[in-house]
Nanobody
């Protein structure tokens, strides 16, 4: 199994930046894709960005050009650099990992990001 721990959330003013980190432990050699989802109050969880073990990335349209996902396989860590933050980016951000042999994602506990206007 895999355990995921996020860090880096907080409160920031609109236009500011935050960097989220998520470090995996356990059977990390089995991890394929990693990335981030977010869930705002009263809304469904949505994909923010994902990255494959080879470094291919995908983003939600709402964050393209503002967020950058990266990954350090040696450290089993995925990052989300968030720039030009908007109040609508306020949500709990969850790290996920797709692990070979498992039909569901592994999830972190989430980190709160709050953007004030």
């Amino acid at each position: 199994q895999v355990q995921l721990v996020e860090s880096g959330g907080g409160l920031v003013q609109a236009g500011g930046s935050l960097r989220l980190s998520c470090t995996a432990s356990g059977t990390t050699f089995s991890i394929n894709d990693m990335g981030w989802y977010r869930q705002a109050p009263g809304k469904q969880r949505e994909l923010v960005a994902g990255i494959t073990s080879g470094g291919s990335t995908n983003y939600a349209d709402s964050v393209k050009g503002r967020f950058t996902i990266s990954r350090d396989n040696a450290k089993n860590t995925v990052y989300l650099q968030m720039n030009s933050l908007k109040p609508e980016d306020t949500a709990v951000y969850y790290c996920y990992a797709e692990v070979r042999g498992w039909s569901t994602y592994f999830w972190g506990r989430g980190t709160q990001v709050t953007v004030s206007s």
